[in-house]
Structures are given as structure tokens and as C-alpha cells.
């Protein structure tokens, strides 16, 4: 465990490797408080622990005396593995590796934050873990076959069928990732519907979202509502998918509902 260079005079950035239970390295960064309790924060699709809302978050829960730690998903940012569309599930393991971790040197889990996809996996973990009391899902897609067509074209099942992978690519025909049939499979197969129903009554979660959302519409916000048994919902005027040009409104959300 290393300490990088201060940020915030006071703050204290711990480097961590957790492995999970495939045996792949997970990279996170502690902000250290001292406080036994920490709030693990996750990042999206194709994002990392860098993404602008998770270093703000961590940021914001540091002033207020309270630990964060956010990591990078297998596959993604300086942890190991291969980056794979679908993983809701793998993901929401790895999760359970992090906490795991805390747990074993003796720290509270006082909540899980997930943006947009991780918004998907801390939701999953609460319905299969059922040992934290605190979740919040920010930009969460409630149906996940939502935006497939936009990212894989018309006719992408026949496609990944008769080839077993797609390559979504870039405006200049560079390869981003591969779609597989699995991992693709994985992601129509996960019903955010059915895990939100099996998560406890005693635990909390608020959905923030922007009503300005084009990625994953707020009426997907609306669904989570109707479903999570002890639910808080916020919109917030003109926010986009990632919050942009709305920060600070979205991290006093975030603060007052953890406190």
C-alpha cells in the first residue's frame, strides 16, 4: 500500500490492489480520512476511477471526514483482466471483492455509488449481497437492452450470431472494443427489474438522474422508483448524462443522503 502526493492539503491517497475472485488485480485509490466508515464509488461504461464525478465525489466525502475508495472494474483503467461489454454481474463480484476487503481490516461499508453502468452494479450487488444499507444509483439504466441498437447497428443478433463478435469502431475505423455473443447475452440478460425487487426493505437507495439525459433517459429513473422498496428519487433541471454543468447540485444530494 502506497501513498501518492497530496492533492488536498490534509487528504491522504492510498494506491490498493485488491484481487478478485478470478484472480485479477483490482487498482483503487483510498482516500483516507481515518474514519472506519468508507464509501466505495464505482464508474461507468468504458470509464474509470479518473472519471470526473467519481474524483468530485471522493473529493466532497473527504471534506466531510469521510473515506472513499474508488476503483477500476477488471478490464478497465490500471486494473487487470479484458475489457467485455457485458460483465453487469462480474462486476458486481468484483464489488464484493472490494468490500471484502474492507471488511477484513475491520472498516464499515457505509454505502456504494455507481454512475450510469455502475449505477447497474451497485443495484445488482444489493440484491445479491444484501450487507450494505446505503445504495445510490446515478444515470442507471433500467432496461439494459436500451441503447444497444445505437451502439451496435440494426440487425446486431444476426450479426454477432453468424460472426460471434462485433467491433463497435470509432469515427475513423479504429476498433474500440469486441462485442461477443456472450458478453452480449450477458448485458440482454441482466433484468434490472427482477434484481430491484430483491433488495432489502431496510435498505436505502436514492437515483439521482438528469432530466437532460440522452443516453439513458430519465424515464428509466421514473421505473427504478416504481420498483425499489425503500427508494428516493432525484431529478435534476438540465442535467445531462454525466452531470456535467451540475456538480456541485448532485454532490449535495449525494452527501445528504449518505450523512
Given at each position: 500500500m502506497s501513498s501518492l502526493p497530496e492533492e488536498n492539503p490534509g487528504s491522504c491517497q492510498q494506491k490498493i490492489d485488491i484481487q478478485n475472485k478470478h484472480g485479477e488485480k483490482l487498482v483503487g485509490l483510498l482516500h483516507e480520512t481515518g474514519s472506519k466508515d468508507v464509501v466505495i464509488l464505482c464508474h461507468g461504461f468504458q470509464s474509470t476511477k479518473e472519471n470526473n464525478t467519481m474524483m468530485n465525489l471522493a473529493s466532497a466525502l473527504e471534506k466531510e471526514g469521510i473515506s472513499a475508495f474508488r476503483f477500476d472494474f477488471a478490464g478497465n483503467g490500471e486494473s487487470e483482466g479484458t475489457f467485455q461489454y457485458g460483465n453487469y454481474c462480474r462486476e458486481a463480484d468484483d464489488l464484493h471483492s472490494v468490500i471484502q476487503h474492507f471488511n477484513r481490516n475491520n472498516r464499515v461499508t457505509r454505502a456504494i455509488l455507481g454512475h450510469s453502468k455502475g449505477g447497474n452494479v451497485v443495484l445488482l450487488y444489493a440484491s445479491k449481497y444484501h450487507d450494505v444499507r446505503c445504495v445510490i444509483n446515478l444515470s442507471g439504466r433500467y432496461k439494459t437492452e436500451g441503447g444497444v441498437e445505437e451502439r451496435l447497428g440494426k440487425g446486431f443478433m444476426q450479426k454477432v450470431k453468424e460472426n460471434g463478435f462485433i467491433d463497435v469502431k470509432s469515427k475513423t475505423g479504429e476498433v474500440l472494443y469486441r462485442v461477443t455473443e456472450e458478453s452480449l447475452m450477458d448485458r440482454l440478460n441482466t433484468n434490472m427489474h427482477e434484481a430491484c425487487l430483491q433488495i432489502d426493505k431496510d435498505c436505502?437507495?436514492?437515483?439521482?438522474?438528469?432530466?437532460?439525459?440522452?443516453?439513458?433517459?430519465?424515464?428509466e429513473a421514473l421505473e427504478f422508483a416504481k420498483v425499489i422498496p425503500n427508494h428516493k428519487l432525484h431529478i435534476i433541471q438540465g442535467a445531462n448524462h454525466g452531470f456535467s454543468k451540475h456538480q456541485d447540485e448532485l454532490i449535495s444530494n449525494v452527501l445528504s443522503f449518505i450523512k
Open positions: 436505502k437507495v436514492l437515483t439521482v438522474h438528469g432530466s437532460d439525459d440522452s443516453i439513458v433517459r430519465v424515464e
